[in-house]
């Protein structure tokens, strides 16, 4: 037997040491020891792969190197075991491929994000995570909101607010504020809620976030 050594054959990827057995008639024949390759193995043994690299079968034109059951090697990056973040979403990436990093997991990071805090989320800056806060909502559910507003101390205010309001749009803002499911950003009703409480745009958004993070 003679140790040979295995590959993938469609990627090229080493797989480890095998062994190939004497042929017999062609030893006889050709007056020396030859041996049966197993299939995709080759005679030389690829050179010592450092952490992080596979050894692989080069390829030319699409196809592997192999001649004469010998193989061109070449080391190439390896991160399949490494965990990669989106830099995009914060989720965890699989790394299916070999090879740089840039070409098989781009817009990735090797640095775990922060985990969410209320009203908050992490985001690439380019280098590092940084924790910003969450876009507003464009719409929360009424309970929600009330319940934000009590957090806040502010709920009675805003009873007092919707009932001082008058005309038709008063009207529609008074039946919302008792029956609506849902209350949305930018409607006349918030909007009144904002200006009795003198509530700014930043500190609008600010409510929204909180009231989102109520239980419904």
């Given at each position: ?13 080493y ?8 042929d ?11 041996y ?6 080759v005679?030389?043994e690829?050179?010592?792969v450092?952490?992080g ?10 196809r ?16 399949r ?7 995009e ?6 790394v ?31 280098s ?14 009424l ?16 009873d007092?607010?919707v ?6 749009e008063?009207?529609?803002?008074q ?12 409607s ?5 809620i ?11 958004d600010?409510l ?9």
């Open positions: 037997m003679s140790t040979v050594y295995s590959f993938d054959p469609t990627t090229g990827l797989i480890g040491p095998t062994e190939a057995f004497i017999p008639l062609e030893s006889v024949r050709k007056k020396d020891v030859q049966l390759f197993p299939a995709y193995s005679g030389n690829p050179p010592t450092p952490a690299f596979v050894a692989r079968v080069k390829k030319a034109e699409g592997l190197t192999v001649e004469n059951h010998e193989a061109e090697w070449e080391l190439v990056e390896d991160h075991k490494d965990k990669r973040y989106s830099t979403t914060g989720q965890l990436v699989e299916k491929e070999v090879g740089p990093i840039s070409e098989v997991a781009p817009n990735t990071t090797d640095k775990e994000p922060p985990a969410p805090t209320p009203g908050k989320h992490a985001v690439w800056n380019g590092d995570w940084v924790l910003e806060d969450l876009p507003p909502p464009d719409a929360v559910s309970l929600q909101f009330r319940l934000a507003l009590h957090a806040d101390g502010q709920l009675t205010q805003a007092q607010a009932a001082a309001m008058t005309g038709v008063g009207e529609v803002a039946i919302e504020w008792e029956y609506a499911a849902t209350v949305y950003r930018d006349p009703l918030v909007a009144a904002a200006s009795a409480l003198h509530l700014d745009a930043a500190q609008l600010q929204f976030r909180a009231a989102a993070a109520l239980a419904q």
